[in-house]
């Protein structure tokens, strides 16, 4: 589920338009600083408001400059169940 949390624009699911992130906007904007720290507060933002059955410790994301793309790893705890989870995706652009 977090893999179509993150995929998902704005209203691209019917009955549900709030739900969705500008991931796929921030793709196209320069690789910096800036972008990868936006990138990871939409990301934290996205999980804590949409996905109640985990608990996000930390997220690491990387600006992969060789691939033009960012590697993300998302440590997070599932709600009742034991022990921590990884979490391991990328983001690139796609036209």
Same mark, same amino acid.
């Given at each position: 589920?977090? !893999?179509?949390? +993150? *995929?998902?624009?704005?209203? &691209?699911?019917?009955?549900?338009? =709030? ?6 906007? #921030? ?8 972008? !990868?720290?936006? +990138? *990871?507060?939409?990301?934290? &933002?996205?999980?804590?408001?949409? =996905? ?6 930390? #997220? ?36």
């Amino acid at each position: 589920s977090l !893999t179509i949390l +993150l *995929k998902t624009q704005h209203y &691209e699911r019917h009955f549900k338009p =709030e739900l969705g992130s500008p991931i796929y906007r #921030l793709l196209f904007e320069p690789m910096d600083p800036v972008t !990868t720290n936006v +990138l *990871k507060q939409t990301i934290s &933002e996205l999980i804590q408001n949409f =996905e109640p059955r985990v608990r996000l410790n930390s #997220l690491q994301i990387n600006a992969n400059y060789d691939e033009n793309q960012y590697d993300i790893n998302i440590y997070f705890q599932i709600v009742g169940l034991p022990g921590p989870v990884v979490y391991s995706t990328f983001l690139k652009r796609m036209r």
